[in-house]
């Protein structure tokens, strides 16, 4: 259900820059200390880009690997899985230089959007 | 016909900067806010009912984020303190999560100018809420000791992002197996030296640090 809300507000993000032209592909910058899977997230911008001016956009995710710097002594890491203590010296409060992208890279428009295809019909739940 | 367009936009700005204005809002109230975070069941309420009362002088009020019903609010309430319910299934799509627009709308309900100190009860959920700022002075979360100790490695950002971890539901430890000292050495990994307090809700027992940090967040 995370990338439910990372992909509305990839779709949100997307919109604003789009100036009302029809989106074919975007291409996104997620870091690995961001815990997106890529797949859930491309089935959610899926969902959420129906009826939109993104329906039927590619979405290209470029992952970006982490890198930590310690503030004690300057050592770079690249950690594997979530270790924030500096494996050199063991000191706490890393800054993270890459791994924390959530990023909209740039987007491929094309023509105008004449006119957004209606949604799908909602299913009609009844009680039986 | 096609054309590039470069964004170079961080995908949560729009929330962001919402954020910012809340921030700007609660200073210049002179209102200190906390988001406390936590997986469903973890005892944010219950701990709440324990440690408000607690807070001598401390004018407090409470944003609850729930996405249905009224139960937590109507709890809080109960303490005699300013209470604004958001229920994210009403105008906002059954999120999981409150974001900086969802506690903006909330934010109408309360005195802010009459308040040291909002606490932010967030939509139970240990992925999203860590993703999206509020305008939040500081972050703690509820973790309780039925979750499991493995729990910082699997929701790094979460740990990583709060100000302070409250370990809760202590008084089960003799009926669980849970390993505090590897939990312990887990969260440490994820966040090293941040700060964490032992105690329960429902006993009361450690609640008074609690209090004490949210007294210090206050500025009282």
Request: aromatic share 4%; charged share 25%; net charge negative.
């Amino acid at each position: 259900m995370h990338e439910l809300s990372v992909a509305a507000a990839v779709l949100d993000t997307v919109v604003r820059h789009a100036g009302g032209r029809r989106v074919t592909l975007v291409r996104l910058r997620v870091g690995e200390l961001r815990q997106v899977v890529p797949d859930s997230l491309e089935l959610y911008f899926g969902l959420v880009t129906r009826g939109t001016a993104c329906e039927g956009a590619r979405l290209e995710q470029e992952l970006v690997a982490a890198r930590l710097r310690c503030g004690a002594c300057t050592h770079e890491w690249r950690p594997g899985g979530p270790a924030f203590r500096c494996p050199e010296c063991g000191a706490g409060g890393a800054t993270v230089l890459t791994g924390d992208e959530l990023e909209v890279h740039s987007l491929v428009v094309g023509g105008p959007v004449a006119a957004c295809p209606e949604p799908a019909e909602e299913a009609q739940w009844t009680r039986s | 016909m096609d054309e590039v367009v470069n964004v170079h936009r961080h995908v949560l700005e729009h929330n962001d900067a919402t954020a910012k204005q809340n921030r700007a809002d609660f200073d210049e109230a002179g209102v200190r806010v906390v988001n406390l975070m936590s997986a469903p069941g973890a005892g944010k309420t219950s701990l709440l009912e324990r440690a408000l009362p607690m807070l001598a002088g401390v004018r407090v009020g409470v944003l609850e984020g729930d996405v249905q019903s009224s139960l937590d609010a109507d709890r809080m309430r109960a303490l005699d303190v300013p209470v604004s319910l958001v229920n994210t299934d009403v105008t906002f799509a059954g999120e999981c999560h409150l974001d900086a627009a969802m506690v903006r709308s909330g934010l109408v309900d309360l005195p802010l100018a009459d308040l040291d100190l909002l606490v932010v009860e967030n939509v139970g959920n240990l992925v999203c809420p860590a993703e999206f700022t509020i305008g939040e002075h500081r972050r703690a979360m509820v973790f309780s000791v039925t979750e499991g100790e493995e729990k910082p490695l699997k929701y790094p950002l979460m740990f990583r992002t709060c100000d302070l971890v409250v370990v809760n539901k202590m008084d089960l430890l003799p009926h669980l197996d849970f390993d505090l000292d590897l939990f312990l050495d887990n969260l440490d990994a994820v966040h090293p030296d941040v700060p964490h307090q032992l105690l329960s809700a429902r006993t009361g027992e450690g609640v008074r640090c609690f209090a004490a940090w949210l007294s210090e967040t206050a500025g009282a």
